[in-house]
């Protein structure tokens, strides 16, 4: 009881706002309009319902929206949306035409940045199922057209599930098989969507759905009606509206009639009457219906005057609210039960009048059919039409994840490919340090090296100087000449020492200069340079030090007794050095002098001798001595 003297109290002290003209802020024009709409619509529910007052509390709301400014559009087009609302049929047929265009007008001035389509798609809908029932097809095609359009690729799941319902709804209009399975299957897909939502939110959309699957199995699936039924069975309760109550019993009642389970259908039908009449809803098309259920039960029990009664106030209202299909039905009723009861004259005055009728009905249809056919097509075409979009937008989507893939792959391989040059930059400085390091230490090590040979070098002449000064202490020629030729062998390793800090490689002695030097050096000591003539037949060729030390004193020993043994008595000469290495790594040495032949060096009679063949043992060499026009010492070493 408080709950409905709460809104009437708001109601009155709004009014009195109003009538003593106070200006009404924005949220106080809104919150009474709410007021009204609320109002308005608690009078649609059972068992408080009452058409009048909802359309005096609908209009009142939309009144108080128009009569303030700044005038509130959304607000209005959300009030237009109970008001165009078919199902319920509170506004009467002649004038809701008119509302629901004011409605649409309504939405065009909303601001963009509030508009939402779902509320214009549910307007048009709205305003074209009136056209079609009042026959303007061209313009209900243009409407329906213009809301399919507006939300085809909306998103939401509750805008995309009325979509299909209502498409569904409008493909199913002839009931032809081919279109009977689309629209089952957009139901489905309807319906499916709709058990995802929050279903009282949406229960006037899912009782419809079960009410279509209701009517599907009557004729087909025993067990899928009954399923169904139960289904629908459980909303009832929730259910607030008559029409709904008013369809659900006319429906079962039809149902249980075709069984012959007569009297479960006529209470049924009973019911339904009375449902719709406590709540003056005579003039949707289920209460005609169950009179004429109540007419047929009279007829199986011969009750014709019953039955005419029946029939006749159905007629009525047939002809009151525009049933035209089912009024010619029940025409064609009345003759049959006339000629029953034996009013033959009655009963041709139905016949004619049934026939003029038909024809009537059948051209107009015949018209009408041609437009609805147009509508459909214009439907159809659009489904295709969105799923080739979609399958469109499958393929866009396909392949931009499959350049997103791609772009990934790349911008993957950019950034590994800069983080690697960055590493091989950081490691090229880092061994470009190291390398200038190395480089720093190799220049260190090269002045020191020369420093040490430049350092034996000159430790080498201060012991040459000291065996010259002690020579100079000795008269006995023989020890004087065995001082010189030490001084001689200590000048060949110190000139080894003297090429290698003078040169470019530390490492390794250029043969050919070096065996030079020895060679001068040997015969200024001796003093036979005028006299001998020095061949090197050789080309340049570098050996390491301990290679180089070895072959210099060789060539210091077969020089010097070349010149003491070979050229006596200050006899001229020539004496030829050839030194070459061959492909496989081995060492040739040949000393040749072109004098007399002394060979008591290389037969191990004096230290010279001796010194020879060990330092051959020690390069792993072979000597040969030939004594033809002279003598030739040949070395073979093996590196």
Request: charged share 25%.
């Amino acid at each position: 009881m408080k709950k409905i003297i709460i809104p009437f109290l708001v109601v009155i002290v709004s009014i009195g706002f109003a009538q003593n003209n106070k200006k009404l802020s924005t949220n106080e024009v809104l919150e009474l309009s709410k007021t009204y709409q609320d109002k308005g619509l608690y009078f649609q529910k059972i068992p408080n319902f009452n058409r009048d007052s909802t359309v005096y509390y609908l209009d009142k709301a939309a009144h108080v929206l128009e009569t303030n400014q700044p005038i509130q559009y959304r607000r209005l087009a959300e009030i237009f949306l109970d008001i165009t609302n078919r199902r319920n049929r509170s506004y009467p047929f002649t004038k809701v035409d008119k509302l629901a265009e004011i409605g649409i007008n309504y939405y065009n001035q909303i601001p963009d940045n509030q508009k939402d389509t779902f509320i214009e798609y549910i307007l048009l809908t709205n305003w074209a199922s009136i056209k079609v029932e009042k026959g303007e097809l061209k313009d209900a095609v243009t409407l329906f057209s213009n809301a399919l359009h507006l939300i085809q690729n909306d998103p939401r799941p509750e805008v995309r599930a009325k979509f299909l319902k209502d498409k569904a709804n409008f493909i199913n209009r002839y009931g032809l098989p081919e279109e009977i399975k689309t629209s089952s299957e957009l139901t489905n897909k309807s319906f499916a969507l709709y058990k995802q939502l929050d279903q009282k939110k949406h229960l006037q959309e899912v009782t419809s759905i079960y009410s279509e699957k209701i009517i599907s199995a009557m004729n087909t699936n025993n067990d899928s009606l009954s399923f169904y039924v139960n289904e629908f069975e459980k909303l009832l309760p929730k259910l607030k509206n008559p029409f709904t109550y008013g369809w659900y019993y006319c429906t079962l009642s039809d149902y249980y009639y075709n069984k012959k389970e007569y009297l479960r259908a006529k209470n049924l039908a009973n019911k339904g009457i009375k449902m719709l009449e406590k709540y003056k809803m005579q003039n949707v098309d289920s209460y005609p219906m169950m009179l004429t259920q109540l007419a047929d039960f009279a007829v199986e029990k011969k009750e014709y005057d019953k039955a005419i009664e029946y029939y006749g106030r159905a007629k009525v209202i047939c002809e009151t609210n525009n049933f035209r299909s089912f009024g010619i039905k029940i025409l064609q009723s009345l003759s049959e039960i006339n000629e029953k009861k034996g009013d033959f004259k009655k009963a041709l005055h139905y016949q004619r009048a049934f026939t003029i009728e038909t024809l009537k009905f059948e051209k107009e249809r015949n018209e009408r059919s041609l437009l609805e056919s147009e509508l459909k097509m214009n439907v159809i075409n659009q489904e295709k039409e969105l799923i080739q979009k979609n399958n469109q937008q499958k393929l866009y989507i396909v392949a931009l994840i499959l350049c997103i893939i791609l772009l990934v792959f790349i911008y993957r391989n950019v950034i590994l490919k800069q983080k690697n040059n960055l590493k091989l930059a950081a490691f090229n400085h880092e061994l470009e340090d190291k390398n200038n390091l190395l480089d720093k230490h190799n220049t260190e090590n090269e002045l020191l090296l020369k420093e040490i040979h430049h350092r034996v070098k000159n430790n080498l002449e201060v012991v040459s100087s000291l065996l010259s000064l002690q020579s100079a202490k000795i008269d006995d020629p023989n020890i004087k000449d065995a001082i010189a030729e030490g001084q001689n062998r200590i000048n060949s390793i110190g000139l080894v020492h003297q090429k290698l800090y003078q040169g470019t490689n530390l490492g390794e002695v250029e043969m050919k200069e070096y065996f030079l030097s020895v060679s001068e050096s040997i015969l200024d000591s001796i003093g036979a340079g005028k006299r001998i003539d020095l061949k090197l037949e050789m080309n340049q060729l570098e050996l390491d030090i301990d290679t180089a030390i070895p072959l210099g004193l060789i060539i210091n020993e077969l020089l010097t007794n070349a010149i003491k043994y070979a050229f006596p008595n200050g006899n001229k000469g020539t004496i030829t050095i050839k030194l070459e290495k061959n492909d496989n790594r081995n060492l040739h040495l040949e000393v040749a002098d072109n004098g007399v032949g002394k060979t008591a060096i290389i037969q191990g009679t004096g230290f010279g001798g001796q010194l020879i063949s060990l330092l051959t043992l020690q390069l792993n060499g072979t000597m040969t001595e030939k004594t033809q026009n002279g003598t030739t010492i040949i070395f073979d070493f093996k590196l």
